[in-house]
Structure formats: structure tokens, C-alpha cells
């Protein structure tokens, strides 16, 4: 099994910054894609940003500019930046994985999720 821990969520003020952290542990073979997904209330969950294991990076189109995602493959973790906040920003941060065990069974886990809120 692969577990993933997320870290870093909190209440800001718009224009403020924050960082995530998600670390994964477990019975890990390789980790391969990263990324952070985000839930508001009443949405459904959206991609924010991926990363894969040789460090390509994709981004939705709303934070581009503002969040940088990042990774530590001796780590298994992820970091997602974000500066410039927005109170559209505010949501929960799930951190995902496509990850291969060591049993070499590939599947997609999840964490328990972080919540950011950016007040106006």
C-alpha cells in the first residue's frame, strides 16, 4: 500500500503565499506522475498542476503564473508554491499519485486533502 501525507494548507490573505508538501511512503516500487488537485465547495475536483517523474510540469490555465509545482524523487514528495493567492484559490488540496508498489501493481492514490482558504 502507498500512503501520501499532505502538509502546508492554512488561511491567508489574498496576495499571500503558501507551500504544500505531500509525501509518499509505503511499499513503493516508483512513483511516477505527481500532481495537486483542489475541491471548492459546490465544484467538482480540478486538476491544479502535474509533474512527471522526469520533471515535465502541466498547469491549469487559472494558475499559471502564480504556482509552481515540484518534486524530490529521493523524497517521494511533491511541493506545490503558490504565490498571488486568490479567494478562487480556496478549496481543498488533494495530492495524487500514480504510483507501482512493489508488487508491481499500478494504481492512482490520493491523500487525505489540505485545506487552503484565501480571504479578500
Known amino acids: 500500500q502507498v500512503q501520501l501525507v499532505e502538509s502546508g494548507g492554512g488561511l491567508v490573505q489574498a496576495g499571500g503565499s503558501l507551500r504544500l508538501s505531500c509525501a509518499a511512503s509505503?511499499?513503493?516500487?516508483?512513483?511516477?506522475?505527481m500532481g495537486w488537485y483542489r475541491q471548492a465547495p459546490g465544484k467538482q475536483r480540478e486538476l491544479v498542476a502535474v509533474t512527471t517523474r522526469g520533471g515535465s510540469t502541466d498547469y491549469a490555465l487559472s494558475v499559471k503564473g502564480r504556482f509552481t509545482i515540484s518534486r524530490d524523487n529521493a523524497k517521494n514528495t511533491v511541493y506545490l508554491q503558490m504565490n498571488s493567492l486568490k479567494p478562487e484559490d480556496t478549496g481543498v488540496y488533494y495530492c495524487?499519485?500514480?504510483?507501482?508498489?512493489?508488487?508491481?501493481?499500478?494504481?492512482?492514490?490520493w491523500g487525505q486533502g489540505t485545506q487552503v482558504t484565501v480571504s479578500s
Open positions: 495524487n499519485a500514480d504510483a507501482t508498489n512493489t508488487w508491481w501493481v499500478r494504481n492512482d492514490y
Open positions: 509505503g511499499s513503493i516500487f516508483r512513483i511516477n506522475a
